[in-house]
């Protein structure tokens, strides 16, 4: 059973930072990408940014400059970096574990969300 754990969101004034953090646990051989998504209220969930296992990343153009990805493949942990944080970025920030490869399935993971709220 593969598991996705996230921590690091919160409060914070326009401005500040985060570091979200996403550890996968289980029997893992092998994770495709690793990324974050977020889901505003009244809104549909969109994509953040992801990274491979090679190290490529992507990242929608509103957090582009702002946001760093980054993983440790060693620890299966993916981590967001947040800077110049702005109100529209408050969201539920979801992790997501695409094609981990297990002894018995290749298949997709979610974390349970994690709050991010930018306010004065």
């Known amino acids: 059973q593969v598991q996705l754990v996230e921590s690091g969101g919160g409060l914070v004034q326009p401005g500040g930072s985060l570091r979200l953090s996403c550890a996968a646990s289980?029997?893992?051989?092998?994770?495709?990408?690793m990324g974050w998504y977020r889901q505003a209220p009244g809104k549909q969930r969109e994509l953040v940014a992801t990274v491979t296992s090679g190290g490529s990343t992507n990242y929608t153009p509103s957090v582009k400059g702002r946001f760093t990805i980054s993983r440790d493949n060693a620890k299966n942990t993916v981590y967001l970096q947040m800077n110049s944080l702005k109100p529209e970025d408050t969201a539920v920030y979801y992790c997501n574990a695409d094609r981990v490869l297990t002894s018995r399935t290749l298949s997709d993971y979610w974390g349970q969300g994690t709050q991010v709220t930018v306010s004065s």
């Open positions: 289980g029997s893992i051989f092998s994770i495709y990408a």
